[in-house]
């Protein structure tokens, strides 16, 4: 969706002319590939570098249009967020020095975004997810104000007729709607691509599916979505769900996710791909297209083939074939967006090397590598890869299970060497981003186990917020000093800096982890509850989870003064007692509103209400603790 020409979903006649200009694209492309005309014996390779912009205290900042503006490059452009970058790679023939040459190009690339951002008092990190990103971040202010953008919004929106979903579960559970695409601006990601004949299509490109789970189990870097720990990969699922136009009630028929890993292997030709998404999707976005490809074909002239990869530009395949014109030659690639953003260049490379490799040394020893594995198999190694990395056990060839950490380590890299070596890669850099891996993963010291230590190292003695914060720190920090993953040290808390000075909305101190009754429960069960659980507030709700009226354990003492609950009474209902309508905030107000809203009010909390519904509580107690810390910080200085 590079073209900025584009509109939402057409109806009537324009929509049919769209899409015929898509069948039209696919009539030249199979007449490329019989005349022979795709380009073949050639390989290059590029990439492209998504991020996150972060401010002084680590929290996303909608800075990316001013840092554009500033850098003035082609290489730089949009993404979906306003706190999202990426940077395009040039492309380069497969061979010699050209990873050490990726490597170097895109650490330039970063040191010049270094030089602006550092004047804007901007950071940027490379991460599959960005641990301080929050829901409230997620709002339409913050997408980039581009119609292309603005296109897909409206259409996924209107296809869903309803809420985008979000579900998944791992260590902790994560459970919420939203009302736009935005969910896609929390991933980033490392993309590889991977020039490829039209003969020879077929197998690299299921070479490339049946090496996707564990290229990604060695690769996870992306366990937490908005403070709860997930999968190694929890980018694989929100990534899914966040593009979704399916809603709840399709279960009743088979229909398919745009996000996808595929249905079966690829038996004769990259157009089956093409012919499967165009059969099954809709047309997210279109545009006016004034080209006849196939006039084009007859004249001579080598078609863009716009209309089909505007379409393909809106189906995720997790390895997508994608067609282009290089040197008035056209081409096809294999593009790989399994691998997330991060932990470093060297990391990203080294991965990006891992895959090459296996791609190159399979097919030189396999003519049909789906002889060898089941379509299911590989599937389920890429679920398992997202979901447990390198804790999981994968189907290999013939059958063969084998855990993540022996896969990888005995079969996997000396295999991925052969095929670097194979392609003419310098050994130096072939032995030099392999060992990355091999160090990374025999010590099982991938991103996502870096970022779940580090928490972990600092549990219990900090606010959430504080870790995250310190985490995303952390990992800035280590980024620039370019050492891989897998001999980074846990990040520390002081490491966050003066961190405080973000913490300055009622999310990111408030609890949510509630325990609420209905009004129609008996003050016992009220009573009880707080002694059980040591708390003074107790919210209730209605059976659409809205809130309806808050109960004090200041009001319970009253009561009993006044004689109300004694044994007699104790089954009188919370309906009658509680404080109806009370004093609420949203998850976004300062928390300097809050203390003032406590304030003017006389009371001592605050319950957390957003689109009607309770999401959490903040109380003097936690705005308190957050002062002392503050005085304790302030006199040590």
């Not at 061979?95 to 008092?121: F, P, T, Y």
């Not at 130096?428 to 996502?448: C, F, K, M, N, P």
């Not at 007692?577 to 001592?604: C, F, K, Y």
């Amino acid at each position: 969706m590079g073209t900025q020409e584009v509109k939402g979903q057409l109806e009537g006649t324009e929509r049919r002319d769209f899409i015929r200009s898509v069948l039209n694209d696919l009539r030249a492309l199979e007449r490329l590939l019989d005349d022979g005309v795709i380009e073949s014996g050639v390989r290059r390779v590029g990439a492209e570098q998504e991020m996150f912009l972060v401010d002084r205290t680590w929290r996303p900042v909608p800075a990316a249009l001013r840092l554009l503006d500033r850098i003035d490059d082609p290489h730089f452009t949009t993404e979906l967020g306003q706190f999202n970058l990426e940077v395009n790679l040039d492309p380069l023939l497969f061979g010699g020095d050209c990873l050490s040459r990726i490597e170097s190009q895109l650490n330039d690339m970063l040191d010049k975004l270094h030089v602006v951002a550092r004047d804007e008092d901007v950071e940027f990190v490379l991460t599959g997810i960005l641990p301080t990103l929050r829901h409230s971040d997620l709002g339409l202010d913050n997408m980039t104000p581009q119609p292309r953008y603005y296109a897909l919004n409206r259409a996924m929106s209107a296809m869903r007729d309803g809420a985008y979903e979000l579900y998944i579960k791992g260590l902790d559970e994560l459970l919420l709607k939203h009302d736009s695409v935005m969910l896609e601006a929390c991933n980033a990601s490392f993309q590889t691509h991977f020039q490829v004949g039209g003969d020879e299509f077929p197998n690299l490109y299921n070479i490339a599916q049946v090496v996707a789970g564990p290229v990604l189990a060695a690769a996870v870097n992306s366990p937490i979505l908005f403070g709860r720990q997930l999968w190694r990969e929890t980018r694989i699922a929100l990534f899914q769900q966040s593009v979704d136009t399916r809603t709840s009630m399709d279960f009743l028929r088979e229909r398919s996710p745009r996000v996808t890993f595929g249905k079966s292997f690829v038996k004769d030709s990259v157009l089956e791909l093409f012919q499967e998404d165009l059969s099954r999707f809709r047309s997210l976005v279109t545009a006016e297209i004034e080209a006849d490809s196939l006039a084009e074909l007859q004249r001579g002239t080598i078609p863009k083939l716009r209309a089909l990869c505007l379409h393909n530009s809106t189906v995720y395949r997790w390895n997508r074939a994608c067609y282009g014109i290089t040197d008035d030659k056209p081409h096809l690639r294999i593009e790989n967006r399994v691998l997330p953003a991060g932990p470093t260049v060297l990391d990203e490379v080294a991965n990006a090397a891992f895959w090459f490799g296996l791609i190159s040394g399979l097919a030189a020893k396999f003519e049909d590598v789906t002889r060898l594995i089941h379509f299911e198999d590989a599937k389920m190694n890429f679920r398992s890869a997202a979901r447990l990395g390198l804790g999981a056990e994968y189907v290999w060839f013939n059958g063969v299970t084998l855990p993540g950490v022996k896969l990888i380590c005995d079969r996997l890299l000396p295999l991925a060497r052969d095929g670097l070596l194979g392609c003419g890669i310098n050994t130096e850099d072939a032995d030099r981003y392999l060992s990355v891996i091999d160090r990374r993963v025999s010590r099982g010291r991938t991103g996502a186990q870096w970022i779940a230590m580090s928490l972990a190292a600092m549990r219990g003695k900090h606010s959430l917020a504080e870790r995250l914060s310190a985490v995303t720190a952390g990992m800035v920090k280590r980024q620039r000093s370019g050492k891989p993953v897998g001999d980074w040290e846990p990040a520390k808390l002081t490491e966050a800096g003066d961190w405080k000075r973000s913490q300055t909305k009622v999310e990111q101190y408030m609890t949510t982890d509630l325990f609420t009754v209905n009004e129609d429960e008996s003050l016992d069960l009220v009573a009880s509850v707080m002694e059980w659980k040591r708390i003074r507030h107790v919210p209730v709700e209605d059976h659409r989870h809205r809130l309806v009226g808050l109960i004090s354990y200041r009001a319970l003492l009253k009561l009993m003064a006044r004689g109300i609950l004694s044994q007699q009474h104790k089954q009188i209902a919370v309906s009658e007692v509680m404080t109806h309508d009370p004093i609420t905030v949203a998850p976004d107000t300062s928390t300097l509103e809050a203390i003032e809203a406590m304030r003017q009010n006389g009371i001592s909390c605050l319950p957390v209400v957003k689109s009607e519904r309770l999401v959490g509580i903040i109380t003097e107690r936690d705005l308190m603790d957050l002062a002392a810390e503050l005085l304790e910080e302030q006199l040590k200085q």
